[in-house]
């Protein structure tokens, strides 16, 4: 791929996971408040547990697709042919540990950056949701509570 392809392609599929993301997080939030009102109500004990699995359930399925995403990206971009491989690759590429025992060759290298940078920032995004999430569940802090 020329570098404009590969800036074209990187921005295309990052904005698909940032869309998958986004809209994961914005479909189920009303379910989720929903949930929430039910256990505050009924199931008060199991509130923190039930709402912080939730997200973290929540947050697990998008990032998977999102890997997958950029699976089959690699592999219809050319660059991988090996489901398995192109998979590894993305997984280690998104969550940013790179390992480098699978490098890309001169025309996908800024391509295959952007599974890198999509990680990021989906992983920004996850955090802050959790964040807020358990900034909800718990109000006061730990310290005053007894």
């Keep these: 791929m020329s570098l404009l392809q590969q800036l074209f392609w990187g921005s295309a599929f990052l904005g698909i996971c940032a869309a998958i993301h986004v809209a994961m997080i914005g479909f189920f939030l009303p379910y989720m408040t929903k949930l929430d009102g039910f256990l505050l109500k009924h199931a008060p004990r199991f509130r923190s547990t039930v709402m912080a699995g ?3 359930i929540l947050i697990a399925i998008s990032h998977t697709a999102e890997v997958w ?3 089959k990206a690699l ?3 050319g660059v991988f ?3 398995n491989e ?3 690759f993305s997984l ?3 969550t940013t ?3 480098g025992d699978i490098t890309l060759g001169e025309g996908a290298r800024i391509f295959g950056t952007f599974a890198g940078v999509s990680g990021v920032l989906t ?3 996850s955090t802050a949701f959790l964040v807020a999430l358990m900034g909800k569940l718990v109000p006061k802090p730990l310290s005053d509570l007894k």
């Design 54 to 56: 939730s997200g973290f």
């Design 69 to 71: 995403v950029w699976a």
């Design 75 to 77: 592999m219809l971009r």
């Design 81 to 83: 042919t090996d489901l």
């Design 86 to 88: 192109a998979l590894y």
């Design 92 to 94: 280690v590429t998104f």
């Design 97 to 99: 540990v790179g390992y």
């Design 123 to 125: 992983i920004g995004i």
